[in-house]
């Protein structure tokens, strides 16, 4: 009786080694599984942060090729209209930008 009373309390305890384990494995596949679609949406997350980053680069080049092409037609614009201007008289009258600047002579002044 004693010996079948071990060998029950042995079975028991390795039927309850054994449902540990399988609960131990079932909670491993588990965590396995919830890692696998946290690193794919985090890999998909990525993805979008980079496709979105691309798109800006594009953008910011699309802007610059814009801005780069007004600024080129105004230029020509002011390059074709600054050849028809009047230049400016450089020494008018004889005095340096047209005007008697600090030196005062005698014929400066016109006296009638």
Do not use: C
Not at 12 to 41: G, N, P
């Amino acid at each position: 009786q004693e010996r079948r009373e071990r060998e029950r309390k042995l079975s028991k305890e390795m039927a309850e080694k054994a449902t540990r384990e399988l609960e131990k494995m079932q909670l491993q596949e588990k965590a396995e599984v919830k890692y696998k679609e946290w690193l794919k949406k985090k890999r998909a997350e990525e993805a979008e942060k980079k496709k979105k980053e691309k798109e800006k680069e594009k953008e910011r080049e699309a802007e610059l090729q814009e801005k780069k092409a007004r600024s080129e037609k105004i230029f020509k614009e002011w390059l074709h209209h600054a050849r028809n201007k009047p230049r400016p008289v450089l020494n008018g009258y004889g005095f340096p930008r047209g005007k008697s600047a600090g030196l005062y002579f005698y014929y400066t002044y016109v006296v009638t």
